[in-house]
């Protein structure tokens, strides 16, 4: 399960237990990043780089080490323990057009939170 927000968590669940997992910069915080090095580092974010390409522009150079650095450990993980990947989270569209056959779950996380709340008989309101 990825969830894409702020932060990026990673974490492997297989047979309804919880394996581990790690925790990323979220895209935008990482984007927002580098003008703190320079003023010339200013950069818009795409959603679409191609990773299999070296960039030739400091715009493209950027998305391209953001995306690549957070692409890299996820499918690490996919390929080590053989799992489809779920992504949830307001960011996860910038994601999953690179991992084949992965879902997007939009409010995964809530209704999971929603769940507990309902089996411990906690009152939501």
């Known amino acids: 399960i990825v969830d894409v ?18 925790i990323l910069a979220g895209i ?10 320079s003023s010339k580092l200013n950069c818009n974010l795409k959603s679409n780089i191609n990773l299999n390409i070296l960039p030739t522009n400091t715009n493209d150079a950027i998305n391209y080490a953001i995306f690549k650095s957070i692409i890299l450990p996820i499918q690490e993980c996919k390929n080590k323990y053989k799992l489809p990947i779920i992504f949830t ?26 769940h507990i709340l309902t089996i411990n008989k906690v009152s939501l309101c």
Do not use: C, E, Q, T
């Open 89 to 114: 989270g307001g960011d996860a569209k910038y994601l999953i057009g690179y991992f084949k056959n992965s879902k997007y779950k939009k409010y995964l996380i809530f209704k999971a939170m929603r």
């Open 28 to 37: 935008k915080n990482l984007i927002s990043f580098y003008p703190l090095i």
């Open 5 to 22: 927000g702020s932060a990026i968590s990673v974490d492997v669940m297989k047979n309804g237990k919880h394996k581990g997992g790690f």
